[in-house]
């Protein structure tokens, strides 16, 4: 499992998927390859890998996580929140 630190992406944040009207749990990410995500993530989104934080508190404003997941058949990234 990796976490990855990075900008908000444009309708992303929970609030705006809320007002939205989306009733989805997560928000996945998907990306040109099913495999080494967190490395695209940081490559093409300008995330930083960081370490898992105790808290939400830990988030630099204008920040979201991201959590990476190999589900052995592909990776599974989707943003974190509360």
Sequence with gaps: MQWISTPQIPGSSPGERAKQGSKNMGYYIELKSAFNK????????????????????????????????NNSFFEAAAFIYS
């Design 38 to 69: 967190a490395q695209q993530i940081v490559e093409q989104l300008g995330g930083l890998i960081v370490d898992k934080p105790d808290s939400f508190d830990q988030i630099p404003e204008g920040e979201a996580l991201i959590c990476v997941v």
